[in-house]
């Protein structure tokens, strides 16, 4: 039996992996989220982790406050968790020759190239939370040998009942289409999705089959949308009717940080996920209660 740490067990992707993990009896499952430890506070990390001595840690805990990053203090808050915090928990799973498995984002690289970029592409971050993880995935590199670097785009799957987490971008549509006739969206950053169950799912595929360590990209497949062209598939998918989706250029909504125009991920590595329309199906099947209460 392997025993797996699964830290930011709280959070969207974490509880998907911890449920992928726990249906296997090949292994030994251990949640943490904030309560359990701050992966900011290297000593902290060093005696809870290598107390536990896990096979495999997986680090799905981040700070994903994209606008606020590019204020110093949330900028500050970024380097700590995204940016140090890999490397100390790379340098103490290299003490206990465990592999480990860290996510990243498209939001390392500029979005400047229309064709996407591949897991060999060179990150260039325009924003201050891009700068962050990609500070974390070098800090990773740097202190492991052993690890699975993971890059993925535009998260959604099952609602969090923390009700300070973000919400997905689905989720927050969803909640829209109850109050308003008409919602603007923006009809920019072309990219695909990544619904968190099958990420979860290709994360122990990973470690299941032993693949060779290194960067992948995992998102689910499909055509690549801008946030109106994603609005518009899930209204259809959701069979919402009666409320007009108008695309704005992103000038309508000023935000502080930028984010890549084109940021489509290419997995020359695995093979592909469903398409994340698909996928988007089944999270509105599961969703069923929270689905009918937003229908009109
Ligand atoms: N969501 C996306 O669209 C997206 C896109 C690209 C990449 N990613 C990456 O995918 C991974 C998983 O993202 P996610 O959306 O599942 O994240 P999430 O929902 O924000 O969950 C992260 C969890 O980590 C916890 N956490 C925060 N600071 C911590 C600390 N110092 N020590 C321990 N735990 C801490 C958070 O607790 P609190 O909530 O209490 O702070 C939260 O429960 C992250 O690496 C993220 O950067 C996500």
């Known amino acids: 039996m392997k025993k797996v740490l699964i830290i930011g067990a709280k959070g969207l992707l974490g509880p998907e992996l911890v449920r992928v993990f726990k249906r296997d009896e090949m292994y030994d ?7 359990d430890i701050d992966i900011g506070d290297k000593n902290s990390v060093n005696e809870k982790v290598i107390g536990l001595e896990p096979d495999i840690i997986i680090n799905a805990a981040a700070y994903n406050a994209v606008d606020k990053a590019e204020e110093p203090e949330g900028f500050e808050i970024a380097k700590r968790i995204n940016g140090m915090a890999p490397g ?11 592999i480990i498995v860290h ?15 591949d897991e060999l592409s060179s990150p260039n971050p325009i924003s201050k939370y891009g700068e962050s993880k ?4 070098m800090e990773l590199q740097r202190h492991s040998e052993k690890y699975y670097l993971i890059r993925l785009q535009k998260m959604f799957g099952k609602p969090s009942n923390n009700p300070n987490a973000k919400k997905s971008f689905f989720e927050t549509m969803l909640n829209l289409a109850k109050k308003q006739d008409a919602i603007k969206v923006v009809d920019d950053e072309l990219s695909n999705f990544t619904y968190a169950p099958d990420l979860a799912g290709r994360t122990k595929y990973l470690i299941d089959k032993a693949l060779p360590f290194g960067i992948y990209h995992i998102t689910n497949e499909g055509m690549p949308v801008t946030w109106y062209g994603a609005a518009k598939i899930l209204f259809e998918l959701a069979g919402i009717k009666n409320v007009k989706l108008i695309p704005v ?6 935000r502080p940080a930028k984010r890549p125009k084109y940021s489509i991920l290419i997995n020359t590595k695995l093979e592909p996920l469903r398409s994340w329309p698909y ?9 069923q209660e929270f689905f009918n209460a937003v229908s009109k």
């Open 134 to 137: 990609y500070m974390g995935e």
């Open 279 to 287: 996928a988007l199906e089944e999270f509105l099947h599961n969703q």
């Open 249 to 254: 250029s992103p000038d309508e909504f000023p």
């Open 88 to 98: 100390y928990l790379a340098d103490a799973a290299s003490k206990i020759r465990a």
């Open 29 to 35: 499952v251990t949640g943490w989220d904030v309560d």
């Open 103 to 117: 996510y990243s984002t498209d939001y390392v690289f500029d979005g400047n190239s229309p064709d996407g970029y």
